[in-house]
């Protein structure tokens, strides 16, 4: 029974890599995506980020 599993097994760990991509083809995946919609925003910067918060020994205390 372990030598049967050991084949069936290493038969699907070959196939699967070959198999998988043909079946994303087959099932009607697209195969170009739309372009994503523009945002304007007027060139805006993007805001500065603060730093922290950091950890202190008191923090478990609260």
Known sequence: MSGR????F?????AT??????LGHAAGAPTQLSLTAT???DDDLTPAQTEG???TPESLKE
């Not at 599993?5 to 069936?8: I, L, P, Y």
């Not at 890599?17 to 043909?22: D, S």
């Open 39 to 41: 945002c304007n925003d």
């Open 10 to 14: 290493l038969i699907g760990f070959v």
């Open 53 to 55: 918060p950091y950890f």
């Open 17 to 22: 890599p070959i198999v998988l991509p043909r």
């Open 5 to 8: 599993f050991s084949a069936n």
